[in-house]
């Protein structure tokens, strides 16, 4: 079954740090542009950041640009996400999938991304 695996969610005062683990069960990651999402209570799923297959092309979210950074390790199977200066507005599930790499300049959406993990919670608070 291909999947993916985060890892690395917790419990964080604002300000504080948290990295981000996703590993692939069951397939290579080096052909996927990898995303990260969050789905916060009563909120719709939201798109934080994205990765081509390569590593040579990054997105990010308004809300975390400046703040979070995407990475990958393709002989690792694993991409990461660290977060700095954390907000309790990123509070939420955050999951990783896997997706088409990008077309020019436009990434695709949720809807196309797959094999998508259990998710780890962040939870930033005082």
């Known amino acids: 079954q291909l999947q993916l695996v985060e890892s690395g969610g917790g419990l964080v005062q604002p300000g504080g740090s948290l990295s981000l683990s996703c590993a692939a069960s069951?397939?290579?990651?080096?052909?996927?542009?990898i995303g990260w999402f969050r789905q916060a209570p009563g909120k719709e799923r939201e798109r934080v950041s994205c990765?081509?297959?390569?590593?040579?092309?990054?997105d990010y979210a308004n809300s975390v640009r400046g703040r979070f950074t995407i990475s990958r390790d393709n002989a690792k199977n694993t991409v990461y996400l660290q977060m700095n200066s954390l907000k309790p507005e990123d509070t939420a599930v955050y999951y990783c999938?896997?997706?088409?790499?990008?077309?020019?300049?436009?990434?695709?959406?949720?809807?196309?991304?797959?094999?998508w993990g259990q998710g780890t919670q962040v939870t930033v608070s005082s």
């Open positions: 990765i081509s297959s390569s590593g040579g092309t990054t």
């Open positions: 999938a896997a997706g088409p790499d990008p077309y020019g300049n436009s990434w695709y959406g949720p809807e196309d991304f797959g094999a």
């Open positions: 069951g397939f290579t990651l080096a052909y996927y542009t």
